[in-house]
């Protein structure tokens, strides 16, 4: 039974979904007006871990996630570059879409963008103006907080306490706390001005307000209930609040059945600003930090709790990525490696045990609010065994079994947790120069830099058992020319490449 912290009920509770077997979720997208930042990416990873974590659980996901490409921040920045909102909410979105991917974060299974979501925008809005929940003023439509008894439920708040958290101005400049009924009151509709983004619609041509956006989309492509809704602590309020209490006026059921909150990622235990120089954008990170290790980090603290970013955390995460991934290359080669008939070197029911009791621990600090930093502490305690089961052993083939057993469950487990290996690619950073090596010295023709090492190490091979000591020191110099690291092994010639 996976047991998730909920936002509305303030505690762990057993998460049940709605429909045996699948799970629908929604988490907040971006206002696509900017490259998003590092404190984006952590509310984005997070739900990623918790979706892929959930689909290996054996559920059916569908994930949905907006893009709010219509807003004052792109209208405003169309205007300083003196384009329009839609080739700045396009930009935007393009990138945020390469950025998600190149963090290693899955796509959703459906992204509405806001600005083509209007039609079942504006039927919410005149569902709440029907109910006498939301009124009009001059082209604007406001919802009328106090009309909902339930408002403050999910982010604990007394509305007779209630500060206005929605100073909001109209898309004129002009204030809106003299036009609505209550100051409580929010935008659900905003009347725009000539040459904004606008459609038309029963309180004249006008865009929607954001909140309105979440509901309406959710709404139409889970359905109401659904299971999960997601995004940063920061939109408990007033953003999900809105939502929330649109949805629940406006359809007359439950909005999401369980509300989940990441907590706010800082930089140095600063709160990220412009002014503070500390803002950092994903994908400028990306350039000098690994994806996996960026994940390592992010995955290192709960999703909960506050989450600082700085550069030793980011080289301690990169120690950790390495080391999982030396293991896994030591035992890959090691059993590549293992001998038929050589008596068995390791216990190998011990490692088998060893692998199936890191994924009893993993699954056990998942299902417990998809405990990721314990959930790790398991890997890496298996890391841990299968680095000492092998350390200076020759396997036999029995052996063999057994540390496959252990590579797949790390394998497996750190995919779930969504952090990229980058193994495969260890021969990207192989140098050009080596194929020419292989070409003069193996006479090696193709173009592929992992195959030219391969070669010139058989090369090396053959020339040793010739006796041509010439040419095999030719081979491992020109290797080591160029940043390789050959070790002589009993199973033969090991090469690790250090730049
Ligand atoms: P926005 O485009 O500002 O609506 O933010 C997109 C998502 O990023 C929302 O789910 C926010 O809650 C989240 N977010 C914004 N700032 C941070 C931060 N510093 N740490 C974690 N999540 C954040
Ligand atoms: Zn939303």
Redesign the pocket.
């Known amino acids: 039974m996976i047991r998730l912290y909920d936002t509305k009920q303030h505690k762990k509770v057993d998460f049940v979904p709605l429909h045996e077997g699948e799970v629908r979720m929604y988490?907040?997208?971006?206002?696509v007006y900017n490259r998003?930042?590092i404190?984006?990416a952590?509310?984005?990873i997070s739900f990623d871990m918790i979706r892929r974590y959930l689909a290996w659980r054996g559920y059916k996901v569908t994930f949905v996630q907006n893009v709010?490409d219509v807003d004052d921040k792109i209208i405003n920045r169309a205007a300083e570059e003196g384009r329009t909102a839609s080739e700045v909410a396009q930009e935007y979105t393009e990138a945020f879409i390469s950025d998600m991917h190149a963090a290693g974060v899955e796509d959703p299974d459906i992204r509405p963008k806001a600005t083509e979501e209007i039609p079942a925008m504006i039927e919410l809005v005149q569902s709440l103006v029907d109910k006498g929940h939301a009124y009009e003023v001059d082209g604007d439509v406001y919802f009328s907080v106090r009309s909902d008894p339930h408002y403050g439920t999910l982010s604990g708040r007394n509305v007779d306490e209630m500060e206005s958290g929605h100073r909001e101005l109209r898309a004129d400049g002009q204030g809106l706390e003299d036009r609505k009924r209550d100051p409580l009151d929010f935008a659900l509709w905003k009347a725009a001005k000539p040459g904004e983004p606008s459609w038309e619609s029963p309180w004249g041509q006008g865009r929607p307000g954001w909140h309105i956006e979440c509901s309406a989309m959710s709404h139409k492509y889970l359905g109401l209930p659904f299971d999960i809704h997601g995004?940063?602590?920061?939109?408990v309020f007033p953003h999900h609040e809105n939502e929330r209490a649109q949805s629940e006026c406006g359809c007359g059921t439950t909005f999401a059945n369980y509300w989940m909150h990441?907590?706010?990622?800082?930089v140095n235990s600063e709160?990220?600003s412009k002014s503070l120089g500390n803002f950092l954008l994903l994908h400028e990170v990306l350039e000098d930090a690994d994806p996996g290790a960026l994940r390592m980090l992010m995955l290192q603290t709960h999703y909960r709790s506050p989450?600082d970013f700085s550069v030793e955390r980011m080289d301690e995460a990169n120690a950790a990525l390495t080391r999982v991934m030396n293991a896994l290359e030591a035992a890959d080669w090691s059993c590549s490696n293992a001998t038929d008939g050589a008596p068995d070197a390791l216990d190998g029911t011990a490692l088998c045990e060893s692998a199936s009791a890191c994924r009893d621990a993993f699954a056990e600090a998942m299902d417990d609010d998809f405990n990721a930093p314990a959930a790790l502490g398991s890997i890496f305690t298996l890391v841990g065994e299968l680095n000492t089961a092998i350390a200076g052993k020759e396997l036999s083939l029995a052996d063999a079994e057994a540390v496959v057993v252990a590579t797949d469950a790390i394998r497996e487990l750190i995919a779930v947790l969504g952090i990229s290996l980058a193994e495969e690619d260890a021969a990207a950073d192989y140098p050009v120069e080596v194929i020419g090596l292989a070409s003069d010295l193996a006479g090696y023709g193709g173009d592929d830099a992992m195959q030219a090492v391969e070669a010139l190490l058989e090369a090396r091979a053959l020339a040793r058992q010739e006796k041509d000591w010439a040419k095999a020191d030719a081979v491992r110099d020109g290797l080591v020319g160029l940043g390789f690291i050959i070790e002589d092994t009993p199973q033969g010639a090991k090469v690790t490449y250090q730049g």
């Open positions: 988490v907040c997208g971006p206002t998003i930042h404190g984006n952590r509310t984005f709010t995004g940063g602590q920061d939109l990441s907590g706010m990622l800082q709160k990220m989450l």
